[in-house]
Each structure stands twice: as structure tokens, then as C-alpha cells.
T-cell receptor, first 111, second 115 residues
Framework: DAKTTQPPSMDCAEGRAANLPCNHSTISGNEYVYWYRQIHSQGPQYIIHGLKNNETNEMASLIITEDRKSSTLILPHATLRDTAVYYCIVRGPNTGNQFYFGTGTSLTVIP | DAGVTQSPTHLIKTRGQQVTLRCSPISGHKSVSWYQQVLGQGPQFIFQYYEKEERGRGNFPDRFSARQFPNYSSELNVNALLLGDSALYLC??????????????FGSGTRLTVV
């Protein structure tokens, strides 16, 4: 069962930062937060993951609150190609180390 | 480098038939997982295999089975197809055993339509 809550949809203007929230209030200490995205009719694409520290890579930044009950994925300069469904996933031994996808957030980047 | 490859890309079957879907992981990856994605929903975990052994099974009926070969490729079999089995079937591979903090790489999937 998915252990995360995300808004069903969001819009973002092209060139602006897209901030996608995720609530995971029941996360355990040994569970990681992962973000994947899925562009229409393609397989999910890994974006980033973290445990408790903020993380950054070439695609995005992940901000995890100190109590680890929520996180935010930041796409610093959204482009039209970032239009996709974004999934926030909690994964660890308690989830059988599997990825349980919810319904995600459908992000639309507007020109 | 080739990513995760799945075949066929599209398939149409009739209710009651059997289907076999194939997946080749990224070279060097020993773990393969299968997911089902029904239209409008997120992917649902079906199976995970590592080193040819089943390491996890999701909440799917026994009509679904899978195996992993010595070259780490994998097949997903579905018997007695139902209309509700129509979905995108995704394969994901990892170079770890699944009990780790690394992400998986997904293929583009096989679109199965049952009529």
C-alpha cells in the first residue's frame, strides 16, 4: 500500500521552479523517500532519493523536513518536457523493499 | 548502452488465452521486477527476482507467474486472461539485490489489451 499523499495535479509556468509536495507521516527511520516521474506511455524514470538529508542532483533537489514526515521535490527551472506524473514513494524493509506507487501528481508546465 | 528492453511493445489477446512477456535487464543487472499499470493508476508490484530466485510477490492471483533465466532476463506469464488484465506491464532492473537503497531502471513496457 502506498504510504504517501500527493496533490493530484499542479501547474507551473515554464522557467519557474516547480515545487511538488509529498506527505509521508508514517515513514519509518529506515525508509527512504524516492521520486520517480512518468511521461505519457513511458516507463517511470528515477529522479532522486534521500533518507534524511537534503539531496541535489542534475535533475532536481529533494528537501526532507526534519521530522521526515514530508518532503518537497524541486525542479529549479521547469521546461515543457517536465510535464509528467510525479510519484513520491517510501521504500524500505517495511515495504519489502518494493516500490509502491500511489497515483502521483500530474504536473503540467505551461508555456 | 542498452537500457531495459521489453518485448513485445504491444499485444492483443482474447479472454482465456495465455500470454508471455519478456524483459532483458541492463547488462550486469541481476535483479528484475515486474509491475502492472492499469490506465489512470500508478504501477503495482507483481514480482521481483534476484539471481533467478523469487524475492518478492505482490497481491496478484496465481494466474500470474514469472521466472528469471541464467542470463538474468525474465519472463512474465499470465494465464486465463481477463479483460481486467489489460494494462501496461513494466519491467525494472537493478544491479543490487533489492534490499538496498538504490533505484530501479524501468523499461518502456508492454501494452497488453485483452478483448
Amino acid at each position: 500500500d502506498a504510504k504517501t499523499t500527493q496533490p493530484p495535479s499542479m501547474d507551473c509556468a515554464e522557467g519557474r521552479a516547480a515545487n511538488l509536495p509529498c506527505n509521508h507521516s508514517t515513514i519509518s527511520g529506515n525508509e527512504y523517500v524516492y521520486w520517480y516521474r512518468q511521461i505519457h506511455s513511458q516507463g517511470p524514470q528515477y529522479i532522486i532519493h534521500g533518507l534524511k538529508n537534503n539531496e541535489t542532483n542534475e535533475m532536481a533537489s529533494l528537501i526532507i523536513t526534519e521530522d521526515r514526515k514530508s518532503s518537497t521535490l524541486i525542479l529549479p527551472h521547469a521546461t515543457l518536457r517536465d510535464t509528467a506524473v510525479y510519484y513520491c514513494i517510501v521504500r524500505g524493509p517495511n515495504t519489502g523493499n518494493q516500490f509502491y506507487f500511489g497515483t502521483g501528481t500530474s504536473l503540467t508546465v505551461i508555456p | 548502452d542498452a537500457g531495459v528492453t521489453q518485448s513485445p511493445t504491444h499485444l492483443i489477446k482474447t479472454r482465456g488465452q495465455q500470454v508471455t512477456l519478456r524483459c532483458s535487464p541492463i547488462s550486469g543487472h541481476k535483479s528484475v521486477s515486474w509491475y502492472q499499470q492499469v490506465l489512470g493508476q500508478g504501477p503495482q508490484f507483481i514480482f521481483q527476482y534476484y539471481e533467478k530466485e523469487e524475492r518478492g510477490r505482490g497481491n496478484f492471483p496465481d494466474r500470474f507467474s514469472a521466472r528469471q533465466f541464467p542470463n538474468y532476463s525474465s519472463e512474465l506469464n499470465v494465464n486465463a486472461l481477463l479483460l481486467g488484465d489489460s494494462a501496461l506491464y513494466l519491467c525494472a532492473s537493478s544491479d543490487k539485490n533489492g534490499r538496498d537503497r538504490y533505484g530501479y531502471t524501468f523499461g518502456s513496457g508492454t501494452r497488453l489489451t485483452v478483448v
